[in-house]
Each structure stands twice: as C-alpha cells, then as structure tokens.
C-alpha cells in the first residue's frame, strides 16, 4: 500500500481547513482472558492544524489508549483515524512504524531516554530512518535541542540532568523529524510545579509556531495552558470546549519560586 500523507510542519502545502486528526467513531477493546474491556466506546473527534489540546479525565477513562492510537503505537479494534486526511486505520504494523517515525513526536511521563548515551545522541536516534547523512543527522539534533533551550547540554547523560531537562531532551527527540503533531502522555506526571509549567512553557513556544499539541493531563492547572479542553469519561468524550483564558507558562513562571534544580 502507498502512503501518501502530506508533509508536515513549516511547508505549509496543506489546505488550511482539513483537520491533522480526524478520528471517527473509534472503538478499541483489550482481551484479557474472560474478561474484555471496552476502553473506548465510539470516539469521534477532530484536531486542526495549530491547535493544542489538553485531554483531561480519570484514571482509566482511556486517554493511554487514544493517544497510542493517535501515534500509530497501537489500533483500533473498529472506526476511522484519518492522519493528514490519510487513513491510518487499517494500516500494518511495518506501515504504522513507519509513519510513526516521519509524522509523530512522542513525550511521555518517564523520559525514555538512553542512559549510557549524550543528550544530542538521544535526540539524534529518531533521524537514524530519516534520509540523511551524518553530518545532516547531528545537525537536526542540534535544531531541536536549540528549540528546547539546550543547546548547551548537548554532551550532558541523562544522569547528568534534571528531570525537567531530561524531559526537554525527550522533546526536541520527538521533534527532531518535524512532525505533524507532537504527542505528549502526562508529560509533566514526573515533575514538579514550577518545572512541570516550564515544560508547558516550551509547548506553548512549540505551538507559537505553529506545531500541533494534544496533551494529556490530570492536572486542571496544567490543561488551563491549552487552547481547547476535552474531557474523557468511560472511555467517551463528555466535554469539548475552547479555553477561555489561556495564560502563558512564561508570564505565571514570573511570580513561581525558584527552585534550583541544576544537577
Ligand atoms: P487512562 O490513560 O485514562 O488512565 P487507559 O487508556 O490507560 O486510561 O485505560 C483505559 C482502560 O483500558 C482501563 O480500564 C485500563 O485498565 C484498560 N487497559 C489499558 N491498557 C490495557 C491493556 N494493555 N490491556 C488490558 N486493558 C488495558
Ligand atoms: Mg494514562
């Protein structure tokens, strides 16, 4: 099967009205021996381009589960997700890599990062499938980390790094091959306060110019940073709405204590 999905990020070859996610009826259950559990229940939602969406909900509602289908890591048992106006639905796992690989960046709450290599080899793993030299290679790994504001980590071990960087470095390794849409599964869940809002701060930089975010979150104080809300209950969307203030990470992270955090 061909895969024609647009390209993503600054070409700006899309038409401005198709949505980047479009997600139609979607259900997904897990077999685990008797029993089955109906972890999504008929699902139906889009994205636009630029937007940022937090998704908030109980533990369990299904946000894990939507969000491994939003990034291609897993399928649904039935409806449609359209990526870029491409059906991914009915794709192979060989496929489903591979678009993973070109158009997803994924943050998740541990920061998966390799312990035994540098900040800029961890950013750097992800272009090993891209079409690029060396040279190429470490210079995207460069940009990115440049667009996380550690540029001068980039010979650091994770060891060597807080948690907030550490979490920054699993960023720009999930924007190192400009996806359509960055993924982030509770990408804060580790941190605290202040340097959980400077994540955000960075997100919202990222979304500025114009990269798409869906965010998880448990954490009102964290979602209010989105642009548009949606709530999960059992498995079903039971609130969609645009945030009516979003205040910036930047001007809140003016009045929060300094914690020094500097391994
Ligand atoms: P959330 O991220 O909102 O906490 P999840 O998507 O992880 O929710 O889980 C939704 C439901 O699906 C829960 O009932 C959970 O126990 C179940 N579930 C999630 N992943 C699996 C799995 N791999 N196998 C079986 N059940 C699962
Ligand atoms: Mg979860």
Known sequence: MSIALQTSGETGHELPSQPVISVLDLHKYYELGETRVHALRGLSVEVTRGEFVAVMGASGSGKSTFMNILGCLDRPSSGRYYLNGTDVSSLDKRELAAIRNRHIGFVFQGFNLLARTTALENVELPTLYANLNKHQRAQAAEEALVMVGLADRSKHFPSQLSGGQQQRVAIARALVNHPAILLADEPTGNLDSRTAVEVIE?????????????????????????KRSILFRDGKIRRDELNQECPRAADILQNMPQIDDEP
């Open 202 to 226: 960075i997100l919202q930089k990222l979304n500025d110019r114009g990269l798409t975010i869906v965010l998880v979150t448990h954490e009102p104080d964290i979602a209010q940073f989105a």
